[in-house]
């Protein structure tokens, strides 16, 4: 009976380490850090609390670089100044240096906005922007 036991016990213990190393051999294969694609913008509380929101950013190559655009919209009937940086990452999710200066725009009241970077790198993937006031 406690033989049985043990037997019982060993290959319970076997299944959770083999279901354990399979998760740890899936995870995230092709050598890739994780790259959250729907993030990629991001921004603090107070650009929400203003009226201003983000569309997608879009990657444009082009023979010297990269420009990444993004649409900022104002949901208000004022402008409001915002603050953006643009952070760029190749294909392993890697980020690229230089990250880009912080820059100023008004967005007008009730309108759009388009905000863009360049970087002299043809391997850019994705793009993160910040956007804070």
């Not at 959250?36 to 010297?64: F, H």
């Not at 993004?70 to 940086?85: A, D, E, G, H, K």
């Amino acid at each position: 009976m406690i033989r049985q036991g043990n037997t019982l016990f060993l290959l319970l213990i076997v299944l959770f380490m083999s279901i354990l190393m399979t998760g740890c051999l899936s995870s995230h294969s092709g050598n890739k850090l994780y790259f959250n694609r729907e993030q990629a913008i991001v921004m603090e509380p107070s650009v929400l609390a203003a009226g201003v929101v983000a569309g997608k950013p879009q990657l444009e190559r082009y023979t010297k670089g990269t420009q990444a655009t993004v649409t900022l919209s104002n949901t208000q009937s004022y402008p409001v100044s915002i603050r953006y940086r643009f952070y760029w990452y190749n294909e392993q999710g890697l980020e690229i240096s230089p990250a880009g200066r912080v820059n100023d725009v008004l967005v007008p009241g009730d309108g759009d906005t388009k905000i863009s970077a360049d970087i002299p790198n043809q391997t850019i993937s994705y793009v993160r922007v910040y956007l804070f006031i």
